[in-house]
């Protein structure tokens, strides 16, 4: 037996016996005395590869709640983008918990949740010390890392998922100017019946101003707890009006609920960081391409006036408003073959509370034509000739249903096409 042992164990290659483990480089654990509230938490740091040759520069800082899933994920994420020129080099900070194998489920929940939710902990056993934590990373974790490391102390982001993002957006909210961005990936906004959404109006009635670049996003595969609130938070605050507040958001098509961090970590920081990457993306919305797709509608039929109308469904999905090509063709219909075309076809867009928002007749009167053009060219759709009767508009459209209502001018007939297109950014 002994002489088996010994065989089996000369099988086993040397190099297995010996080969190192894999670390992160240009990262450190920093393990902070007891804080305030009377929690151990270490930072993760991922110092940027110019750090050590460029002594004189100072560096933004990305601290990222729940470091113990995220910080590994986000330094290898930005080193990516940084190579491309969409993110400055900054400084990251993963936060995290002391101990021994800690509970970081519970911990995080204590930590991150802002005040009492009565459905979830209606005697806050577990729940509810969000601003106990900020205490702790403005007057602990922050100064610790600008006395350590050379911070540029004028831009810090916050990043966080489902309740960091949730505590994210209430930092932002509840300490203006604490961060100059916040990335917040299917943050936990059902906490407290849209406590965050009612923070957002509260900050607009003040006619304060936030400074402040915010990114939501959830998955489209989340669970609807996650997705309906922040819909709804994305599309309601820039109609806030709130002075400084730059907002973007984006659902992640495909992903669950922590499967969509690597997307959302990723367009968020390309967000957060757009005034100051060294090669800034070509829009607020990065990550878009420069060709743009059908919108839900191509519909041919006869066109005529009073009940001859023809009438197309259009629905724009997502969270934000789109900007859409809608086209009404009808004369320049002759040079692709079809008989008897709409000679001067005219269109009105209608949202679904019956409001008309758009409208157009003759497409070569319109003031913006040039910027029609090119939308027709990045969208590929057959060029109108500039004197033509035919009829487009180009329109900015919240999230909804609309309906597209062409006629006939003074009632004359004709086969008609209505289209839309989206024109990205």
Request: aromatic content about 10%; charged content about 15%; overall charge negative.
């Amino acid at each position: 037996m002994a002489a088996l042992g010994v065989l089996a164990f000369l099988l086993v290659p040397a190099a297995a016996l010996a080969a190192p483990l894999f670390t992160l480089g240009n990262t450190e654990v920093q393990a902070l005395p007891r804080s305030s509230n009377g929690r151990s938490y270490v930072l993760y740091v991922s110092l940027p590869p110019s750090y050590s040759t460029s002594p004189t520069r100072h560096y933004p800082v990305v601290y990222a709640t729940d470091g113990y899933w995220d910080f590994a994920l986000l330094a290898m994420n930005v080193g990516n983008e940084q190579v491309d020129g969409s993110m400055p080099e900054f400084i990251l900070v993963g936060i995290a918990y002391g101990g021994t194998n800690p509970d970081v489920g519970t911990l995080r929940s204590w930590d991150l949740t802002p005040g009492i939710d009565p459905s979830i902990d209606p005697y806050g056993y577990s729940t509810g010390h969000a601003d106990d934590f900020i205490a702790v990373i403005t007057n602990e974790f922050i100064p610790f890392v600008q006395g350590t490391y050379r911070v540029d102390p004028s831009f810090r982001i916050l990043t966080g998922n489902s309740y960091g993002g949730l505590f994210g957006l209430y930092t932002a909210f509840s300490h203006p100017g604490l961060f100059q961005a916040v990335v917040a990936s299917s943050p936990s906004l059902w906490w407290r019946n849209g406590y965050i959404l009612g923070l957002a109006r509260t900050h607009a009635a003040s006619g304060a101003s936030l400074n402040t670049r915010i990114w939501v996003s959830f998955a489209s595969e989340d669970a609807q707890g996650i997705m309906g609130p922040t819909e709804t938070f994305a599309q309601q605050v820039p109609k806030l009006g709130i002075p400084g507040l730059v907002l973007a958001g984006r659902e992640i098509e495909g992903e669950r609920h922590s499967s969509t961090k690597p997307e959302s970590f990723n367009r968020g920081l390309r967000f957060a960081c757009a005034n100051i990457a060294p090669v800034p993306p070509s829009s607020l919305l990065p990550g878009f391409g420069s060709r743009s797709t059908m919108a839900n509608l191509s519909t041919r039929g006869l066109i005529g006036g009073g009940q001859n109308v023809l009438i197309a469904g259009l629905v724009v999905s997502g969270i934000q408003p789109k900007r859409l090509l809608i086209r009404a063709a009808g004369p320049s219909l002759s040079s692709l073959g079809v008989t008897n075309p709409a000679a001067d076809p005219k269109f009105v867009v209608i949202d679904a509370n019956q409001n008309a928002v758009a409208s157009n007749d003759n497409w070569g009167d319109a003031p913006n034509l040039q910027d029609l053009v090119a939308a027709t060219a990045q969208c590929g759709a057959f060029p109108f000739p500039s004197d033509s009767r035919d009829a487009a508009a180009l329109v900015m459209l919240d999230p909804g249903s609309y309906t597209v209502v062409v006629e006939g001018v003074n009632g004359s007939t004709g086969v008609g096409l209505v289209e839309a297109y989206e024109i990205l950014p």
